[in-house]
């Protein structure tokens, strides 16, 4: 009998390490300088717009992924709040590629570029592009969240992989970002670390 | 009494199953790379081998050998930066393309790495494949047909099988397929 009791004590404690090992490694993996490209923008609203090149198909996927990253960094700031329809710095640009088949060709679905000092400096200016053969097929709620992704590239986050990408659910993982319509919590979090109050 | 005494011995089991479960799968994955990733470009990632396979046009068991060399693209309002790799084929699993692709046969491989835009230098790929090392290889390709060149390329950059022992370890490394064998092809 006693030695059932030891061990049931034994089985219970190697849960219990296990799910804290799990969640320490979880927590503690946030806002590492791998999550970031290097540079930020200096703004609390960039605007965005789309040029004549981009399918009607994609406004309303674009407009989505635009709002699922307003507000979302400590609140203070605003990205890509509204549609313009003139050019102002900030300003992002959503394009259709010009060159289709090269990246249809390497199963590219969109490029997020932020610029012009894309590693270390302050971003005025980025460039979205869509690769429309590779992304035509996507649902609606597809093309939103691969938007998603490449707004938050142009944020200045970077692909989540390895270890972190086995721990957390990102955006930024070209995984996971097909089952997800915004940012996760590690997403923001590392979101406010870039942009704190 | 019996029955009692058979439900707590499943408990102890399944208790502890999941307890040496959780306490090595938490330790065994390594701690971060920290390798600074400037990938901006989206790309495939596919579940399945047949997936794989009905998104490429040509997939071979190839060896990369020699020098590989290096090319600036022109593309139209960027630079592409690519790495040409010699890859001799020892096997055609799949060729959709009109060319005749056979064992013996040598073709290249065109990997992009990065875009150069406004003088800035932008990713492609992640780090970890920014190049390529000789030896044997899975590889699912595409044909891209640019004026008057035409030339393969991996149908996504996260897909690259390479021989490491007996099976292909896919160079990165948490995608869904890690690896495959030759026979499921």
Request: charged share 20%; with cysteine; proline share 3%.
């Amino acid at each position: 009998m006693k030695s059932k009791v030891l061990l049931t004590l034994i089985a219970i404690m190697l849960v219990s390490v296990g799910f804290t090992q799990k969640s320490t490694q979880a927590v503690g993996n946030c806002c590492l300088s791998e999550f970031f490209l290097g540079g930020k923008w200096n703004y609390y609203a960039v605007y965005w717009n789309y040029d004549s090149t981009v399918p009607s198909s994609y406004h309303t996927p674009l407009k989505d992924a635009a709002k699922t990253w307003n507000g979302k960094a400590n609140k203070a700031y605003r990205f890509f709040p509204d549609w313009q329809g003139y050019t102002v710095k900030p300003h992002v640009w959503v394009i259709k590629t010009p060159d289709e088949n090269y990246w249809t060709s390497k199963g590219t679905y969109g490029i997020g570029i932020p610029g012009p000092d894309f590693t270390s400096g302050i971003y005025t200016e980025g460039r979205l592009e869509i690769v429309t053969n590779m992304s035509n097929g996507l649902t609606p709620a597809k093309k939103t969240s691969m938007l998603i992704h490449e707004f938050g590239h142009l944020l200045g986050l970077a692909h989540v992989k390895n270890y972190a990408a086995v721990y957390n659910e990102s955006v930024m993982d070209e995984i996971d970002v097909w089952d997800l319509s915004g940012p996760t919590t590690f997403d923001i979090q590392n979101l406010n670390y870039l942009y704190p109050n | 009494m019996k029955t009692k005494k058979y439900f707590i011995n499943g408990i102890i089991l399944v208790l502890s199953i999941f307890g040496i479960y959780f306490a090595t799968t938490s330790t065994n994955i390594e701690k971060s790379e920290g390798v600074e990733n400037r990938n901006v470009a989206m790309s495939a990632t596919y579940g399945s081998i047949e997936e794989l396979k009905n998104n490429s046009q040509l997939v071979v068991k190839g060896k990369i050998i020699g020098e590989a060399r290096e090319n600036d693209r022109k593309l139209s309002d960027k630079t592409a930066k690519e790495i040409i790799y010699k890859v001799k084929v020892n096997k055609v699993f799949v060729n959709k393309t009109n060319k005749l692709i056979e064992k013996g046969m040598e073709i290249e491989l065109v990997h992009t790495t990065s875009i150069i835009l406004n003088g800035q230098e932008y990713d492609v790929v992640e780090p970890s494949i920014k190049e390529i090392s000789n030896g044997n290889y899975i590889l699912f390709l595409n044909e891209v047909n640019l004026e008057n060149e035409t030339f393969f390329v991996p149908n996504t950059p996260n897909h690259l099988y390479r021989l490491e022992g007996k099976k292909f370890q896919n160079l990165i490394k948490d995608v869904k397929l890690n690896e495959l064998n030759e026979e499921e092809l």
